[in-house]
Nanobody
Framework: QVQLVESGGGLVQAGGSLRLSCAPS????????MGWFRQAPGKEREFVAA????????GYAGSVKGRFTISADNAKNTVYLQMNSLKSEDTAVYYC???????????????????WGQGTQVTVSS
């Protein structure tokens, strides 16, 4: 069982930046592909960004590409989501997710993930 703990959410003005962190409890990130998803009020949860277990491959939703960066620091056993140029439409609860991975793939679809964090609120004021 992998427990994921997110941190770094908060309130920021439009145009500002935040960095979210996700760390597993009791496990290392080795051989786990990671992803970030978000759910805005009244909307379904949607894909944001994902990274392969090796950190060599990453993918992004079109709405965040060029503004958000996902990265993994295996030494710190933490995955980050750097969010720049934030917009009001980025307001959501952000979730970290993990799945075991062998071939270094990037996973974009919610049901393919096995483990989820509790979420961290990001609010962007305009």
């Amino acid at each position: 069982q992998v427990q994921l703990v997110e941190s770094g959410g908060g309130l920021v003005q439009a145009g500002g930046s935040l960095r979210l962190s996700c760390a597993p409890s009791g496990r290392t990130l080795s051989r786990y592909a990671m992803g970030w998803f978000r759910q805005a009020p009244g909307k379904e949860r949607e894909f944001v960004a994902a990274i392969s277990w090796s950190g060599s491959n990453a993918g992004y939703a079109g709405s965040v590409k060029g503004r958000f960066t996902i990265s993994a620091d295996n030494a710190k056993n933490t995955v980050y989501l750097q969010m720049n140029s934030l917009k009001s439409e980025d307001t959501a609860v952000y979730y970290c997710a993990a799945r075991s991975s062998v071939y270094g793939g990037v996973y974009y679809v919610e049901p393919t993930y096995d483990y989820w964090g509790q979420g961290t609120q990001v609010t962007v004021s305009s």
